[in-house]
C-alpha cells in the first residue's frame, strides 16, 4: 500500500531541504518505497482535519491504511523498521542505530533550533546579543564531540543507517551560519550524505514544490 505524507504548499526555506518532510521523503527513497504527497497550506494546517493528524499542527504527517503518525522521528523510525535498508539486521548494531537517532534529534538539533530562534525569532529582543554567544557555545560543544567520536569513519557506526540520516539531516540546518565549515569532518560527513542517490531524490521533490512560478 503507497503511503501519503504531508508536506509545506510553500515551504519556509523555498525548498533547500530543510523542511521536515524532507527526511522522511530521504527515509522512504532509502527503502524503495513509493510515496503520495499531499501539500498542506500554513492555514490548513489548523484546521481540524490536518489536527486530527497531527494535533500540534504541523507536517510532516504520514499516512498508511488505517495507520496515521506525527513527529519525523517517529515516522523514520516506523520506516526504518518496516523495511530494509535503515536499520541494521544485526540485534546490537540495531540498537546502536536507533540510539543515534534519539541522538541527532534529542542532543544534537535543540541547540541548532535554538540559534534560529535567537536570530530570527528573537532577533529583535534585547536580550537576543547576549544570548547569541550562549547559543553558539553550546552547538559547538556538541559539534567538538561528535566530531571527535566520527573520526575518520564514513558513518556513525558502521554501514549508513537512519541514525545518519537524521543526524546529517540536523547538521544542514547549520549550513548557512556557517558554523558547520569550522568542522572539516563533520562537513564532509553532510557531504557524504548529500551525495546519497535517496537524498538527491528527495531534496529535489521538495525543490520542485518550491520553484518559483514562471510565466
Known amino acids: 500500500?503507497?503511503?501519503?505524507?504531508?508536506?509545506?504548499?510553500?515551504?519556509?526555506?523555498?525548498?533547500?531541504?530543510?523542511?521536515?518532510?524532507?527526511?522522511?521523503?530521504?527515509?522512504?527513497?532509502?527503502?524503495?518505497?513509493?510515496?503520495?504527497?499531499?501539500?498542506?497550506?500554513?492555514?490548513?494546517?489548523?484546521?481540524?482535519?490536518?489536527?486530527?493528524?497531527?494535533p500540534f499542527g504541523q507536517i510532516p504527517t504520514y499516512e498508511e491504511g488505517d495507520l496515521a503518525l506525527f513527529e519525523t522521528g517517529a515516522i523514520v523510525f516506523h520506516i526504518a523498521e518496516r523495511h530494509a535498508g535503515l536499520l541494521p539486521e544485526e540485534a546490537n548494531a540495531r540498537a546502536r542505530a536507533i540510539a543515534w537517532m534519539f541522538a541527532a534529534l534529542n542532543t544534537v538539533e535543540p541547540p541548532i533550533l535554538d540559534l534560529v530562534t535567537v536570530r530570527i525569532i528573537e532577533g529583535d529582543k534585547p536580550w537576543s546579543r547576549e544570548r547569541l554567544p550562549l547559543v553558539v557555545d553550546r552547538i559547538r560543544a556538541r559539534l567538538d564531540q561528535l566530531s571527535a567520536r566520527l573520526g575518520d569513519a564514513d558513518w556513525l557506526d558502521g554501514a549508513f543507517s537512519a541514525g545518519d540520516l537524521l543526524m546529517v539531516s540536523v547538521l544542514l540546518r547549520l549550513r548557512m551560519s556557517g558554523i558547520l565549515?569550522?568542522?572539516?569532518?563533520?562537513?564532509?560527513?553532510?557531504?557524504r550524505g548529500e551525495a546519497r542517490p535517496a537524498y538527491a531524490r528527495a531534496f529535489a521533490a521538495q525543490l520542485a514544490v518550491n520553484a518559483p512560478v514562471t510565466g
Open 1 to 54: 500500500m503507497t503511503c501519503t505524507i504531508t508536506a509545506f504548499e510553500r515551504s519556509p526555506d523555498g525548498g533547500k531541504g530543510l523542511a521536515r518532510d524532507t527526511r522522511v521523503r530521504w527515509a522512504l527513497e532509502e527503502a524503495g518505497q513509493p510515496y503520495q504527497v499531499r501539500l498542506v497550506s500554513f492555514a490548513g494546517m489548523k484546521e481540524p482535519a490536518h489536527l486530527a493528524l497531527h
Open 181 to 191: 565549515d569550522d568542522y572539516p569532518t563533520l562537513a564532509a560527513y553532510v557531504a
